[in-house]
């Protein structure tokens, strides 16, 4: 009696241990997924215009999912240490329902990152930036959000178009459209500017000379950002299940040898 | 009068990777230096005609300033005559750019006036072009034709890209 009283009370320690860092990671995830959610970079209104913000749905997830993994690990160590086989299942229940809920979140960033590609941005950038006429409110909303971003975006990185300026002139854009190319070759927010907002030298950016204009594109400043949320989400949320699969099987094993 | 000298400079488009130097209605040029020092006095005028390709052949000199046909006339004349410069501007010493952007004056043309306007070309070309020197009693000296230049077509196709 005395060894297996011995394994039971290294049981009890294990899934004490076990619910203590998944209370820790729960409060991680809760945090790392509202870090993301505030988009420091203000790339969001990109993604809106793509119709598709999966991987921000898999981060407001991750939020609720992190605060219910820190409520649930305090409940299962004070069943743990109590005994008490009524809790105990109310843990394993609700620890599983939590379980599904965190597994949507990650496989939904995983396989969105495949979604963000140059070419959907580039297209994107074509359709919205600087388009005059929009046809009807919820499209004049998004190609409100696609201008000021890469607006923004070009200034702040000092990068052109996705791939480059060249961007510009090798396809038809709604920018071309209201802004002719004489004079706009492509954005003047392309151009290296002074510190007051205007470009230091308009002619030598609007025939590329080096040093006037920005060459980079700006695929890196997007996707970089947006990569590091959707493997965050979604590989950390997966570090998560996996311990949480140990200390859950842990905890079956320990209520089925509990009585009440 | 006597036919104007030819030189044997060509005009070109530079070579350095300039991303603006052919779009979809201007290009750049090389600024030709020390070409016409020996042909020019400083108060004569250089000109740039440009030709589409196929027109340059039949593309005669006129006579005097008044004949210059002018950035209006491109779609009947097939073809124009712009830029023009004092001649002491392409001098040896004149420190300068080192290109010249033919259409990107948007503001002249269609107002009917007599300036020689350097806007955008209507139409991808292809274009030669060519500099000629005008006195006062007409051309005094002319440069070769340019290869053919072609400009960019793409924002005239499709808007989505593959």
Known sequence: MAKSDDGIRILQGLLVFGNVVIGMCGIALTAECIFFVSDPHGLYPLLEATENDDIYAAAWIGIFVGFALFALSILGIVGVIKSNRTLLLVYIILMLITYAFEMASCITAATHRDFLTPNLFLKQMLERYQKSEPDNNNDKWMTEGVTKTWDKLMLQNQCCGVRGPSDWQEYMSAFRITHNDADFPWPHNCCVMDARGSPVNLDGCKLGVPGYYNSNGCYDAISGPMNTHAWGVAWFGFAILCWTFCVLLGTMFYWSRTEY | ?162
């Open chain 2, 1 to 162: 009068p006597a036919p104007p000298a030819l030189l044997p400079y060509v005009p070109r488009v530079p070579p350095a990777a300039l991303p603006g130097k052919l779009t979809a209605t201007t290009f750049a040029l090389e600024r030709p230096c020390c070409v016409f020092d020996r042909h020019a006095n400083a108060s004569d005028a250089v000109w740039l005609v440009v030709a589409f390709a196929n027109a340059s052949a039949a593309f005669r000199n006129p006579p005097s300033r008044a004949d210059v046909p002018l950035y209006e006339q491109l779609p009947t004349a097939c073809s124009y005559m712009t830029l023009e410069t004092a001649a002491a501007t392409y001098a040896c010493s004149a420190a300068s750019p080192a290109v010249l952007r033919v259409g990107g004056d948007t503001v002249c043309g269609g107002q009917g006036g007599r300036d020689p306007c350097n806007g955008p070309l209507p139409s991808p070309g292809p274009y030669r072009v060519k500099f000629l020197v005008m006195g006062c009693h007409g051309p005094k000296a002319e440069t070769r034709w340019s290869d053919p230049i072609l400009l960019r077509r793409g924002t005239g196709g499709t808007a989505v890209p593959p």
